[in-house]
């Protein structure tokens, strides 16, 4: 089976911001079997909302080896999609980069939603190129 497997940028643009983004779960660093047991809340949840696309964010702590972020963000998407039968374009994911603490957040946002102006004006604080949708 070939599994395609999408950063978030890809489907909502590279430097956009969802509109409506709905936070579900946050955790730290826990096992796997815990870990599981958060995100088949998640996609039960995601099933529930079949006009959302459901979000992964990750943020590596100090400690972190170089892209473990984006590993562990595939193994999530990957379990979510052939775990829960949740379809490819349903999940997306983003490494945040390194921060104080490892950190996983889950959540939905509604797919085409336009930025609301005080997100573009963070955004550009960040970033110097703001990509219009």
Request: glycine share 8%; aromatic share 12%; charged share 30%.
């Amino acid at each position: 089976m070939c599994l395609l497997v999408l950063p978030f940028n890809a489907l909502i643009g590279k430097d956009v911001v969802a509109q409506d983004l709905t936070p579900f779960d946050r955790y730290g660093r826990i096992n796997w079997e815990e870990e599981k047991k958060h995100l088949d809340g998640f996609a039960d949840e995601l099933k529930k909302q079949p006009e959302k696309i459901g979000y992964i964010y990750i943020r590596e702590a100090q400690i972190s080896c170089e892209g473990y972020a984006q590993g562990h963000a595939i193994e999530v998407t990957k379990y979510l999609i052939q775990t829960h039968r949740l379809p490819w374009n349903r999940v997306a994911w983003r490494d945040l980069g390194y921060g104080d603490g490892y950190e996983v957040s889950l959540g939905f946002f509604q797919p085409g939603s336009r930025p609301r102006r005080s997100q573009l004006i963070s955004l550009k604080r960040r970033t110097s190129k703001i990509v219009e949708a």
